[in-house]
């Protein structure tokens, strides 16, 4: 019997995070290719997309590791170093070199890929916490990675400026440049491991508390991510408009960043020329939740707008009519790293410098329709998860005869 809300598009997952993972494939589209986010109308949706979406990308990494590691029968599982490190350090890999080479194009996004090969690295020794420990840690790392971040920062000449770019491979040919792509990977890039890694260690200590096949637990899970969205964005704004944390960074952005105060937001001006990273210029900056802004109410929103979500699209899934509303979402959630670099590719070559309402509804339209049109073409095949799922799949599948046995 088919578990609730499962499908062949889910791969034999839970059907409800592959919606989600959809409905985030959409939103990173709303964010490359679509309109400038604007508090008006339907700019209401990029503004709901803008800096969630690799949030929730992240926070999903980490779910859905737990579910993998879940899903495994004991019989099954790889024993020794290399049954248990090489497909992690091959997913790492392939991940790294996809990134590497999709940001060397230039399509005009900050690609995430070299990244998520950090954070599942850096994830690996977590799984073995009990879910007490890995809650406990990951409610710190919400705190606790941002202030690295913050004090760090300065240490390695990025006080007031430098944050948010992306490692290419050129950066790889001088000793310089490797320095500063380890230095962008775990601190100053646009997704570094210190604010994002919280994302990953949210989405594992999630897996493990909530069992989303039940009903009750994703109520809950819709419930409680919603109050702790609440918490962070309200939190950040009582702090900007009530308690004066906007004025004195005014204050700091006219010491620090005087070209900034001729616009018409000086505050979101700096993040924009940092891609949402704050500066190390004052306290007040880890008070905001900006987009990108990387600071512990912003990690706390954003994770509760994840969590809220996989209980929403776990409770549409149970029931016939909502698990039929969510299939197309379902099935490109399921092939997210091939719609991810297929849509790179375009905007390094003919979609480069969209951006508009059509182009955010072409790229949408044509994934949800390309997505369904390769699940229905592969049903009967491995490839249903789609092209890159699969080679990754068969790259990292243990090789033969390295299993532990269930009666140990």
């Known amino acids: 019997m088919s578990r609730p809300g499962a499908g062949t598009a889910g791969s034999g997952r839970l059907a409800g995070v592959d919606a989600v ?18 508090p008006d109308g339907a700019g209401y949706v990029i503004v709901a997309a803008d800096g969630r979406a690799p949030a929730l990308f992240t926070l999903l990494a980490g779910f859905s590791l737990v579910l993998a590691q879940r899903g495994l029968d004991p019989a099954e599982r790889p024993a020794g170093w290399s049954g248990r490190y090489r497909p992690l350090l091959i997913r790492c890999a392939v991940l790294a070199v996809l990134g590497l080479f999709l940001a060397s194009l230039w399509p005009g996004i900050l690609v995430i890929l070299a990244f998520f090969a950090v954070y599942f690295l850096a994830a690996e020794p977590f799984t073995r916490l009990s879910a007490p420990v890995l809650t406990a840690v990951a409610g710190i790392s919400v705190v606790a990675g941002p202030l690295l971040s913050f004090l760090l920062g300065p240490v390695f000449g990025h006080e007031a400026s430098g944050r948010g770019l992306v490692p290419e491979a050129a950066d790889l040919t001088s000793w310089a440049g490797l320095g500063e792509v380890l230095c962008e990977l775990l601190l100053t ?13 949210a989405g594992m200590a999630l897996a493990r508390l909530c069992d989303i096949r039940e009903r009750t637990v994703a109520l809950r899970m819709a419930v409680w991510g919603t109050a702790a969205a609440v918490a962070g ?14 004025d004195r960074l005014l204050a700091a952005i006219a010491v620090h960043h005087p070209e900034a105060l001729t616009a018409a937001d000086p505050v979101r001006e700096v993040l924009r020329g940092q891609y ?33 979500l996989i209980g929403l699209c776990a409770l549409a899934a149970r029931h016939r009519l909502g698990a039929r509303l969510l299939r197309p979402f379902t099935v490109l959630g399921a092939m997210a790293l ?71």
């Not at 939103?27 to 986010?37: D, K, L, Y």
């Not at 949402?276 to 707008?305: H, K, M």
């Not at 070559?349 to 997505?371: D, M, N, R, V, Y």
Request: net charge positive; glycine share 12%.
């Open 21 to 38: 993972r959809g409905l985030a494939v959409l939103g990173m589209f709303a964010v490359h290719v679509g309109p400038g986010p604007q």
């Open 189 to 201: 890039g646009a997704y570094p491991l210190a604010t994002y890694l919280p994302y990953v260690l």
């Open 233 to 246: 964005y309200g939190s950040a704004w009582l702090a900007t408009h009530v308690f004066g944390a906007r």
């Open 276 to 308: 949402g990273a704050i500066p190390s210029t004052s306290w007040d900056w880890l008070l905001l939740a900006d987009p990108y802004s990387q600071t512990p109410p912003e990690t706390l929103g954003n994770a509760g707008v994840g969590c809220a």
């Open 338 to 408: 091939s719609a991810y670099v297929v849509h790179a590719l375009v905007l390094a070559g003919p979609a480069h410098g969209a951006g508009s309402w059509s182009a955010w509804l072409a790229f949408s339209a044509a994934a949800l329709t390309l997505s369904w049109a390769w699940q229905r073409a592969c049903a009967d095949s491995p490839l249903r998860r789609g092209p890159l799922e699969h080679a990754l799949r068969l790259a990292t599948r243990p090789r033969g005869g390295v299993r532990v046995s269930a009666s140990k």
